[in-house]
């Protein structure tokens, strides 16, 4: 599964965020264009007309609900928009969906979780499939679950998110910085015994169905055929 060249704006006044977020956007084949503003962000609309829109609420120039009510009376109506925000109470949660939201995700988060909200959304008008398949391994994205035949797997919501974010670059070595920043949502410490752990268990839940998570000493991680 990947974007094929679909659109995705991101608008987020968080450099560090913004830039992980496009990087990881762009490995799965979208186009991806960035705002720090609403301002910028109203330029690019004009540039091209984005697949989905991932928007922050609390930007330097205004509000992300003001801005998307704006959208929703607009030309660009039909864009899905999926909140990403660190407002957590469920009024912020109400809020944001009544203003237009179509999807509503908290800071902090992983990008695995992200990814399987903005292919919810694109879903929706058959843009991007919600399962991705190995052989017998099926991903359920939306569900973040792992089934073997008809067999549950069992993962856990980090492991499922490590298994996706490998799958999905199948023989391509991930390093295990990008992947706990990624997977787990924060920079990688001295102690990697979380990744090393959660990938020595998927190594076994997966192993029947004739895929593997190699280690290359060194370098970090990747999803192969045995």
């Not at 979208?30 to 330029?43: D, I, M, P, S, V």
């Not at 509503?104 to 919810?120: G, I, M, N, Q």
């Not at 679950?145 to 991930?174: P, V």
Request: proline content about 3%.
């Amino acid at each position: 599964m990947n974007g094929d060249g679909k659109r995705i704006l991101l608008i987020e006044d968080n450099e560090r965020i913004l830039s992980g977020n496009k990087w990881m956007f762009e490995q799965q084949g979208f186009e991806t264009a960035t705002a720090l503003t609403l301002a910028e962000a109203r330029l690019l609309l004009h540039e091209r007309e984005p697949d989905v829109i991932v928007l922050d609420i609390m930007l330097p120039d205004g509000s992300g609900l003001d801005f998307m009510r704006e959208l929703r009376e607009s030309e660009n109506a039909g864009i899905p928009i999926l909140l990403l925000t660190g407002l957590t109470t469920k009024e912020d949660v109400v809020r944001g969906l009544t203003a237009g939201g179509d999807d509503y995700l908290t800071k902090p988060y992983d990008f695995s979780e992200l990814l399987a909200r903005a292919a919810a959304l694109l879903r929706r008008s058959a843009r991007m499939p919600n399962r991705l398949a190995k052989g017998p391994l099926t991903i359920d994205i939306i569900a973040m679950q792992a089934h073997i035949g008809g067999g549950d797997l069992n993962l856990t919501h980090k492991e499922c998110g490590l298994l996706l974010l490998l799958a999905l670059n199948e023989e391509k070595i991930l390093s295990a910085e990008d992947l706990y920043k990624i997977v787990w949502g924060q920079e990688l410490s001295n102690d990697r015994n979380a990744l090393q752990t959660a990938a020595s268990k998927l190594r076994k839940k997966i192993e029947p169905a004739g895929y593997t998570v190699a280690t290359t000493r060194g370098m970090g991680y990747s999803f192969k055929r045995i």
